[in-house]
């Protein structure tokens, strides 16, 4: 029997792109996606294997991405926002290699969108709600903690999450503090004794694609804090309080992580928990990728696509198209399509993408473009796999 010849064998395909952020999700976009390749193999009479990975780089959307790609439905709990009201967040749990991993976006309970009904307000906002999520995964006997912190509107370093742990915050009277990085400024002494013990005993990944350190001029109040209504005066209060934070952290940990990349993301959330847990930081990227066994779709495919809303230069560093070039095995090509692509010919040469493509038909409306993305998506992907096939012997 002759052997298998990749003329003769199905073709093979991955299609791990991210969101398009306000037309499309990730599992939209891979769906679309598919549907253009299939429409594409069919009118060359070729066999497809597919392989679907929404794809997120730990931010906004990751939660719904690994979801999909686990196969469970996100669990809901009465939690929190940023600003201590009651509202319903979301976190999922699965068994990956016999282990049971909770996976959390901070954002359901502290993100921006969240308390955007109302002004900003910068000192007051907690984690709070995040803790609890974290409870809610300790509960269900999650032995792992994957926590994605993009979007927050909080800079309190994580102090929130530890009240809702059991840790109590006191003042110089033995009192405890309010919530939010403001209250951290009469912060006098952390209480461990009621922490709960497990989110010592679980192991903890942050996903974080920043380096700023906790304080100073390129630090979490400094750097994000205008982002989240914080004024230069808010700013200035906030540094310090964190400050004060970190001194109490070190002294009761034994661990001084104020210099240390990346423990300004998203407010500080990273330094209470690396202090006190020992978590690691993991880029976005790399976090998702590991948990949805991108490396192996990858090694395995003839052809990739990917894609998000905005193709820039920021794309190119960090983000989930940079993620799957990376990871993509050299000679495969590497096809973007994109809402709008913003990356000159060469930049794309130079990073190893094969080509990149935009569902734009010339100058239109943005609303126009985002109520027709799926289909556009769909319409792109075959055109570029016709391409494709069509260049092959």
């Not at 700013?235 to 009761?252: K, M, R």
């Not at 998506?377 to 096939?389: D, G, K, M, P």
Request: with cysteine; aromatic share 4%; net charge negative.
């Amino acid at each position: 029997m002759p052997p298998t010849t990749m003329s003769t064998r199905p073709l093979r395909v991955a299609l791990i792109p991210d969101s398009f952020k306000g037309s499309a999700t990730a599992a939209e976009a891979a769906q679309a996606m598919a549907e253009g390749v299939e429409r594409a193999t069919e009118a060359h009479a070729r066999s497809a294997e597919i392989s679907a990975l929404p794809f997120a780089d730990g931010g906004e959307g990751t939660l719904d991405a690994i979801c999909s790609a686990w196969g469970v439905e996100p669990r809901r709990v009465t939690a929190t926002d940023a600003l201590g009201r009651p509202a319903e967040a979301r976190y999922a749990a699965s068994m990956v290699d016999g282990k049971l991993i909770g996976l959390i976006e901070a954002a359901e309970a502290n993100g921006l969108p969240t308390v955007s009904d109302v002004p900003l307000q910068p000192q007051q906002a907690t984690t709070y709600g995040v803790g609890t999520l974290i409870s809610a995964a300790l509960d269900a006997g999650c032995e792992e903690i994957l926590l994605c912190i993009g979007g927050s509107a909080t800079t309190d370093g994580g102090a929130g999450i530890l009240q809702a742990l059991g840790a109590r915050l006191l003042d110089s009277a033995g009192q405890e503090i309010g919530q939010g990085g403001g209250a951290l400024q009469s912060l006098a002494r952390i209480d461990t004794q009621d922490l709960d013990p497990r989110a010592s005993e679980v192991r903890w990944r942050i996903a974080c694609d920043v380096t700023n350190p906790l304080l100073g001029p390129d630090g979490a109040a400094s750097v994000f804090g205008p982002q989240k209504g914080a004024t230069p005066q808010d700013v200035e209060v906030l540094d310090a309080a964190l400050t004060n934070f970190a001194d109490l952290l070190s002294a009761e940990a034994g661990r001084d992580v104020r210099s240390e990349p990346g423990m300004g993301a998203a407010g500080g959330i990273p330094a209470a928990l690396v202090s006190l847990f020992s978590a690691e930081i993991v880029p976005g990227g790399v976090l998702v990728a590991e948990t949805l066994g991108v490396h192996r779709v990858l090694e395995e495919a003839d052809v990739v696509l990917t894609g998000e809303g905005r193709l820039d230069s920021q794309s190119l560093h960090g983000k989930v198209v940079d993620t799957v070039r990376r990871l993509t095995p050299e000679g495969t090509p590497v096809f973007v399509i994109a809402g709008t692509v913003d990356v000159p010919a060469a930049e794309l040469q130079r990073t190893g993408l094969t080509a990149a493509f935009s569902i734009a038909n010339g100058a239109e409306p943005i609303e126009e473009l985002c109520s027709a993305a799926a289909g556009r998506i769909a319409h792109t992907a075959e055109q570029v796999l016709r391409v494709y096939l069509s260049a092959r012997p």
